[in-house]
């Protein structure tokens, strides 16, 4: 082997770009490889096709509103799926050439091949080993498919297949309504496809509080079948695939399995680094450094599975990139947590799960979207947004919603909650009217009733007027 590299960076996905971005600020002497496709997942398969797909659905489905604005003739619309498909495959080709502009002059520091570990300072590359002083691995990951449902051939489709479908349908399946499944299961029932989904928990798109499932699931079963709390089977029968679960049984053409994902660790070698695995195969990796134990090992993005979201990877991908190149790992404060689902209405966690909160220590301030006056006028009324509070401080710990446009309400409370502002600092901001946002304002006064009084001389104590139109 020759001298040793400076690091070698095993992926080319949204944490593999940002930490090549930080790498080579500093050192030429690096390798990036990648197998298979480059660009990343969201702008392959991801993030950016699916939200195309979504867009098309949404903008076809407000015909159904079009009557009570006055406005006529929506009968008349129909979808054409092809040329929705077509558009989101060059909206995704144009987001991939973009991707790929990251990494087109990298010239020599840039393999396509298959990487192997050899131990925490070497690593094969299709047969041709590399030392280097630091290793960092964004390998990424996958869609999850039980291994007897691959018999279904091109049928049964994941967000790698789903967009390259010249058409789709009449009658679909969704397994698994986690974010994914909920997004693709109403976007594809708006386009006017016959959509079953299936999830074998009492939970969607990522929420917990059991109020805003509640909610959520009434709003699915508008657009689709849904069937929750039971184990889907698959098998063949004449016409297509039959979906089972419990008493319930539908036949489709095709299945989107949308069951999570699973990191992309298989012949990775990272046996050879002598540190635990666990049932997975994976080891601990310290979220504020990236580092596996403390060797000059870093595992960054959907491979180490901790939060699968891009600004998560893009994080974890610099943390790693400057990390790798440090003589001593330095460690990073992480961003609030924060995750949005593209349903209508839009879905978001923000901070941690209420599930995970103290409920003797906690108090909820919840406002309903139904009589909400900005909502109404756009006949987009419908949704409720929760907000949990620390009793004794009044300090914001995190919210739960289901809203229209949540997912501006959710960067507004991802700062409140970064920042440690409590209920009544919120109440002491402006609210403008008419907006979305006076919701929030609602859920505010909610908790604020709940929690010590503020001083009389603070706005905060502003009270609603009583007045739907006007609060």
């Not at 710990?397 to 209920?423: I, K, N, R, S, Y």
């Not at 001083?455 to 009270?463: N, V």
Request: proline share 6%; glycine share 10%; hydrophobic share 45%.
């Amino acid at each position: 082997m020759a001298q040793p590299l400076d690091t070698i960076i095993i992926g080319a996905g949204t944490a593999g770009l940002a930490a090549l971005r930080e790498v080579r600020k500093r050192t030429d002497r690096y390798l990036i490889v990648n197998e298979g496709p480059w660009g990343t997942t969201c702008a392959r398969v991801g993030c950016m096709p699916s939200k195309a797909l979504i867009e098309a659905a949404n903008a076809f489905h407000r015909r159904h509103t079009f009557e009570a604005f006055g406005l006529r003739g929506a009968s008349a619309l129909t979808a054409d799926l092809p040329s929705v498909l077509q558009r989101v495959r060059a909206l995704r080709d144009d987001f991939v050439a973009g991707a790929l502009k990251a990494t087109h002059e990298l010239g020599n520091n840039k393999v396509s091949g298959r990487a192997t570990l050899l131990g925490p300072r070497s690593v094969d590359i299709d047969g041709t080993a590399y030392a280097t002083r630091s290793i960092i691995i964004a390998t990424g990951s996958r869609p999850r498919v039980p291994e007897a449902w691959l018999a279904f051939g091109d049928r049964m489709l994941t967000t790698d297949t789903l967009f390259e479908q010249p058409t789709l349908g009449p009658r679909i399946a969704v397994i698994g309504m986690g974010p994914i499944g909920v997004e693709l299961s109403q976007a594809l029932a708006r386009l006017g496809l016959q959509v079953a989904a299936f999830t074998t928990g009492h939970t969607l798109a990522g929420l917990s509080d059991p109020t805003l499932n509640a909610e959520l699931a009434a709003l699915l079963k508008q657009d689709m079948v849904l069937h929750m709390g039971a184990e889907a089977q698959l098998r063949e029968v004449p016409g297509g695939i039959e979906v089972a679960s419990g008493a319930n049984r539908v036949v489709v053409d095709q299945v989107i399995a949308a069951m999570g994902r699973v990191p992309n660790i298989e012949h990775l070698g990272l046996e050879t680094l002598g540190v635990p695995l666990d049932a997975r195969g994976l080891p601990t990796v310290d979220p504020q450094t990236q580092q596996i134990g403390n060797l000059p090992v870093f595992l960054a993005g959907d491979a180490n599975t901790h939060t699968p979201l891009l600004h998560e990877a893009a994080d974890e991908g610099h943390i790693a990139g400057l990390n790798a190149l440090a003589p001593n790992p330095t460690r990073f404060r992480r961003r609030t947590l924060l995750s949005i689902v593209f349903a209508d209405p839009n879905v978001a966690v923000v901070g941690p799960r209420v599930a995970d909160m103290d409920a003797h220590s906690t108090v909820t301030g919840t406002a309903s979207y139904t009589n909400q006056g900005r909502a109404r006028t756009a006949q987009r009324n419908h949704g409720r947004l929760c907000v949990y509070a620390d009793h004794a401080s009044g300090r914001l710990l995190g919210a739960e919603l289901c809203t229209p446009d949540g997912e501006h309400l959710a960067h507004l409370l991802a700062l409140a909650v970064q920042q440690q502002l409590t209920v009544h600092d919120l109440l002491g901001m402006p609210f403008y009217h008419p907006t979305l946002e006076e919701g929030l304002r609602t859920a505010l006064r909610d908790a604020a009733r709940q929690l010590p009084h503020t001083h009389a001389s603070d706005l905060a104590a502003c009270p609603a007027l009583g007045v739907p139109a006007l609060d």
